[in-house]
């Protein structure tokens, strides 16, 4: 709280305690006073009077308290909020708040906690068995039909010595990969234009991966924005609003994804990415952790508009020896659905150990009265490869696209949704749609079950944490409860 209104609120304090001693005493004084019949001696005539006199000083004394603390009321300085807050703090300000220090502590501190949460069910089991590559193997489709909490995440956040410089501390697990990673960011805060920050974080290739998780408009991010899109690694970018309405993060990191990648095995190059986005009509959602969804859950009559783009460029190693079948590099798949460092993915019995890749991505979407619509179109070159032998070709390109579009038929309760995404690749060309619900069962745009019935075609990609498996083709239902606070 401001040190003004601290010192407003101790005046008025003090103001009505004096009015109540005032009260106070004249109610001592008087009962023995007026109880008793005054005698007719001068001195007891003269005790009285100066009893009177002393009343008319304290009743003159209590109308001036009176009016100054109306005064200082109209004023606004004090209110009924106000007075309510010095004994009743908030401790849910976008996240819980552990700890915070007065404005005019030597040491300002803040330590405030955050959780997502995500606890799914999975089913592709009426997926093909098996798909053929564009070289002709024939391979096998992981088929899951399983419970997993997809996603827990513990966020320690705020601000030490000094409101500007900010930290971070991340414990991330996805059961369903069987990873924990724990990750620290540092920042500075210059103004509203700037931020610095070195730690962890997600490439700013797409829009997926500009502070929207996990406020997507259906269960996960879509097929094609999983094959296209970077992903997760150290490195430092920069954040801010320089012009109203205008949006920026720029990064420098080690890699697509290096998540699970010792220090000694990644290379030398670093990854360069990119996204900005401009948001002429205001903000396309509510202040706070949820800034960026996808769904208009607070159903504002105001039209909000968002117009984006991004690019990445990262020159990428295989990290694993030659003499293993399979690379530790998971972040690059072909359009067939094989890694691109796996042995055979372009030629048979050759390996890809170094590659280039640069993506680029437009994105828009409107807000209207509980209606979302949102869209992005992705493009991809891989070129430049060194390999162990002989290529059938020089470079790779694929591109696609997905689109959604979601309504609240019951105003921040209830909301349907339906979604597609298409890859057209070098080798193959793989789509999906699906549809769904959500319903928000709190009062809170943080809390949400929801249902989703999937149909997709020759999947591109296979992620541990997401419901796609390389060369799915068939049906799927994910059922699903998020806690994001």
């Known amino acids: 709280?401001?040190?003004?209104?601290?010192?407003?609120?101790?005046?008025?304090?003090?103001?009505?305690?004096?009015?109540?001693?005032?009260?106070?005493?004249?109610?001592?004084?008087?009962?023995?006073?007026?109880?008793?019949?005054?005698?007719?001696?001068?001195?007891d005539k003269a005790a009285y009077e100066a009893v009177l006199g002393q009343l008319r000083t304290m009743e003159e004394q209590?109308?001036?308290?009176?009016?100054?603390?109306?005064?200082?009321?109209?004023?606004?300085?004090?209110?009924?909020?106000?007075?309510?807050?010095?004994?009743?703090?908030?401790?849910?300000?976008?996240?819980?708040?552990?700890?915070?220090?007065?404005?005019?502590?030597?040491?300002?501190?803040?330590?405030?906690?955050?959780?997502?949460?995500?606890?799914?069910y999975l089913n592709t089991l009426s997926s093909d068995d098996t798909f053929t590559d564009h070289l002709g193997n024939v391979r096998d489709v992981h088929k899951r039909n399983d419970f997993t909490v997809n996603r827990a995440m513990f966020i320690l956040n705020g601000y030490v010595f000094d409101k500007r410089l900010q930290y971070s501390y991340t414990v991330w697990t996805a059961a369903g990969a069987a990873s924990i990673v724990v990750a620290g960011n540092i920042g500075w805060r210059f103004n509203k234009a700037i931020t610095v920050t070195g730690g962890y974080n997600g490439a700013p290739g797409s829009r997926s991966l500009v502070n929207t998780f996990p406020f997507f408009a259906a269960n996960e991010r879509s097929m094609a924005d999983n094959f296209f899109r970077p992903g997760f690694t150290q490195g430092v970018w920069a954040t801010g609003e320089p012009v109203k309405g205008l949006n920026y993060n720029a990064f420098v990191g080690n890699g697509l994804n290096t998540l699970n990648i010792s220090a000694v095995k990644i290379d030398t190059n670093l990854l360069t990415a990119g996204s900005v986005w401009w948001e002429p009509l205001g903000d396309y959602g509510e202040p706070g952790k949820s800034r960026n969804m996808y769904d208009d859950y607070f159903s504002s009559?105001?039209?909000?508009?968002?117009?984006?783009?991004?690019?990445?460029?990262?020159?990428?190693?295989?990290?694993?020896?030659?003499?293993?079948?399979?690379?530790?590099?998971?972040?690059?798949?072909?359009?067939?659905?094989?890694?691109?460092?796996?042995?055979?993915?372009?030629?048979?019995?050759?390996?890809?150990?170094?590659?280039?890749?640069?993506?680029?991505?437009?994105?828009?979407?409107?807000?209207?009265?509980?209606?979302?619509?949102?869209?992005?179109?992705?493009?991809?070159?891989?070129?430049?490869?060194?390999?162990?032998?002989?290529?059938?070709?020089?470079?790779?390109?694929?591109?696609?696209?997905?689109?959604?579009?979601?309504?609240?038929?019951?105003?921040?309760?209830?909301?349907?949704?339906?979604?597609?995404?298409?890859?057209?690749?070098?080798f193959n060309n793989s789509w999906e749609y699906a549809g769904g619900a959500k319903w928000h069962f709190l009062p809170t745009e943080r809390m949400w079950l929801s249902g989703e019935l999937m149909k997709y075609h020759r999947v591109p990609y296979s992620g541990a944490f997401t419901p796609y498996t390389s060369g799915m083709t068939g049906w799927g239902p994910v059922i699903q409860a998020v806690l994001a606070f």
Request: glycine share 8%.
């Open 1 to 43: 709280m401001p040190r003004k209104e601290n010192a407003m609120l101790i005046r008025s304090e003090y103001l009505k305690r004096s009015i109540g001693l005032v009260v106070a005493s004249i109610t001592l004084f008087t009962t023995p006073v007026f109880g008793q019949t005054p005698s007719t001696s001068t001195a």
């Open 62 to 120: 209590q109308r001036v308290l009176l009016e100054e603390f109306e005064r200082i009321k109209q004023a606004g300085g004090v209110s009924q909020t106000a007075l309510t807050a010095t004994e009743k703090t908030e401790r849910y300000r976008d996240g819980m708040v552990i700890w915070q220090t007065a404005d005019d502590d030597k040491v300002p501190f803040l330590l405030k906690f955050n959780l997502n949460t995500q606890f799914r």
């Open 301 to 426: 009559r105001k039209t909000r508009i968002r117009i984006g783009t991004a690019f990445t460029r990262s020159r990428e190693d295989r990290f694993s020896n030659l003499d293993l079948s399979n690379p530790d590099n998971t972040s690059l798949y072909n359009s067939d659905g094989v890694l691109t460092f796996m042995t055979g993915a372009f030629a048979p019995g050759v390996t890809v150990e170094e590659a280039n890749y640069r993506m680029s991505a437009i994105d828009g979407g409107i807000k209207w009265n509980g209606l979302a619509v949102n869209g992005q179109y992705y493009f991809r070159w891989l070129n430049d490869f060194i390999a162990d032998g002989p290529l059938p070709l020089s470079s790779t390109f694929d591109h696609g696209f997905e689109l959604s579009a979601s309504h609240f038929v019951i105003p921040r309760k209830l909301n349907v949704f339906g979604r597609g995404s298409t890859v057209f690749g070098q």
